[in-house]
């Protein structure tokens, strides 16, 4: 089934995230990593665009976020701006880009805001990076968390796990978002959180909660673009798929193929023809190109 786009063209900002809450409406967030995506899913009446470290898994071939870089971060988040006219962009804080001090932390967040044209950045953990957190937004970066399973300390975990099953993490889980919030956070992605627990601390915050992973109680939802359509081998359990795009791109590149190969493409259609007497002319003065390109090897 599909929806339209939302009537309204005013750009979502992050007062828009705060002001969804209040109404109980629905956030919706989807990762895009290129123009021609950012494009797609903008004109599909998304809230924000998440250019996530997801890029070295879906795109750059990774088997993890973590090889993921700055410039790499930033050559995506650049192109998505590029595409997108109405949702909110936020640029993914890769691997070591915010955990090594706090002036680099700083000075690589601003890059996003400054050279790539996002409009918010995500950074995950929560107490640890809570004053962190502060000074971003002090300093005019809106800043969006990202607690529970978090994929760049994916070997602390010992894999992709949920998070918060027990009383304890989930006390935990509740005193991080807090503390982010209190940090000035615009809102804070939960993942791989039962859902129960997701439910019980989106009540306790006056800033949203997006989903993944996490169920329906949270404030918004974020998927993977190529989770959605279809596009990668791996369909993680919290993701619909909506298309089989990767199984049309490959039939579609097949065909081609089988018609570059059997010499039906390209069709009549697809070129034009010299004027009348062009190719004997051409064929009278090749002898001269020859000459003119031994000259030339000569020289």
């Known amino acids: ?17 705060r002001a969804k809450k209040a109404a109980a ?53 650049a192109a998505v701006a590029r595409g997108a006219s109405r949702a909110l962009v936020v640029a993914d804080m890769p691997f070591m880009s915010y955990q090594v001090t706090a002036e680099e932390a700083l000075r690589n967040a601003g890059r996003f805001l400054a ?45 992709y796990r ?24 615009f809102a804070i992605v939960l993942e791989l959180v039962p859902a ?13 909660t997006i989903g993944i992973g996490a169920g329906p109680g949270c404030d918004g939802q974020v998927q993977v673009y190529h989770d959605l359509l279809g596009m990668g081998d791996f369909a993680p359990k919290h993701a619909t798929r909506y298309a089989e795009l990767g199984e049309a791109i490959r039939a579609a590149v097949a065909s081609y193929a089988a018609d570059v190969r059997s010499r039906t493409a390209p069709a009549e259609r697809h070129f034009t023809h010299a004027e009348e007497g062009v ?20 020289e």
Do not use: N, W
């Open 115 to 159: 050279e790539a044209g996002a409009h918010a950045v995500k950074l995950e953990g929560g107490r640890v990076v809570a004053p962190l957190v502060r000074r971003m937004v002090d300093a005019g970066i809106p800043v969006m968390g990202h607690v529970g399973l978090t994929p760049q300390s994916l070997h602390v975990f010992g894999g």
């Open 279 to 298: 190719i004997e002319e051409l064929r009278a003065s090749a002898s001269l190109a020859r000459a003119a390109v031994t000259g030339l090897e000569e």
């Open 25 to 77: 409406e629905p956030i919706v967030m989807i990762t895009a990593y290129d123009t021609p995506g950012a494009r797609l899913v903008d004109a599909a009446g998304v809230d924000s665009i998440l250019v996530g470290d997801s890029v070295g898994m879906t795109v750059l071939g990774y088997p993890t976020t973590l090889p993921v870089t700055m410039e790499d971060m930033l050559h995506h988040t």
């Open 1 to 17: 089934m599909s929806a339209a786009a939302p009537e309204t063209a005013a750009p979502v900002t992050t007062a828009t995230f």
């Open 196 to 208: 129960e627990v997701a439910e019980f601390v989106s009540a306790q915050l006056a800033i949203p």
């Open 162 to 185: 949920v998070q918060a099953r027990e009383s304890e993490g989930a006390l935990a889980l509740l005193t991080d978002c807090l503390a982010l919030e209190r940090a000035g956070a």
